[in-house]
């Protein structure tokens, strides 16, 4: 059965024209010339590790990346500091197709968030209120009947946002990247839950 996922792309145009913001954050739309902000993050090991990610450590490598995130048309989007102006992280969304394998779920508009933060920014509250803000845009506009976000059990400050927005554990799933094996954990918030 052919499932349309185009309404995710429809919302990341919504996020686009809506401005979502929290009083120290808001998303865009990533530019070319962001790459030096994304760089300063994204070429942190500890980050790569914890995103699964591959370490990159040249500047070309991390250029592949921010190409690969396809900057231009995807719903991936740039979070910037509004006091300092500088890109501090990403927002993505998309959905996790192995939640089809439920019966319900399919049947249910459903999206997946992923995020990363600098290293420089965590354990602020910074990714915590602008989660909040988002789930709660989704939701009051019936964009979606739920919302999934992971983390690789060993991510314990991703872990802590999910749980403060009130997500909810649904399964495990390994998933294989970079050569290595990794559990993640995979947490699901339907709307009228919160």
């Known amino acids: 059965m052919d499932i349309d996922f185009s309404y995710v792309l429809e919302i990341g145009?919504?996020?686009e024209e809506e401005k979502i913001?929290?009083?120290r954050v808001y998303i865009r739309r990533f530019k070319?010339?962001?790459f030096d902000d994304f760089y300063a993050?994204?070429?942190s090991r500890k980050?790569?590790?914890d995103l699964g990610w591959a370490y990159m450590d040249t500047k070309e490598e991390v250029a592949a990346h921010f190409e690969r995130m396809n900057i231009k048309e995807g719903v991936t989007f740039a979070i910037v500091h509004k006091e300092s102006g500088k890109v501090i992280g990403n927002f993505g969304m998309g959905l996790f197709k192995e939640l089809l394998s439920n019966p319900i779920l399919l049947h249910m508009r459903g999206i997946t968030f992923s995020f990363a933060l600098s290293e420089a920014y965590q354990h602020q509250g910074?990714?915590?209120e602008l989660l909040k803000v988002v789930v709660d845009y989704m939701f009051t506009f019936n964009l979606v009947d739920y919302i999934n976000c992971g983390y690789f059990h060993f991510n314990e400050a991703s872990k802590r946002v999910q749980e403060k927005a009130g997500f909810q554990y649904y399964g495990e799933h390994y998933l294989t990247l970079n050569d290595e094996t990794m559990l993640t954990i995979?947490?699901?918030l339907f709307r009228g839950m919160r």
């Open 13 to 15: 145009k919504a996020f």
């Open 41 to 43: 993050y994204a070429s």
């Open 47 to 49: 980050l790569c590790h």
């Open 32 to 34: 070319e010339t962001d």
């Open 186 to 188: 995979e947490n699901l």
């Open 21 to 23: 913001q929290t009083s």
């Open 126 to 128: 910074i990714m915590s």
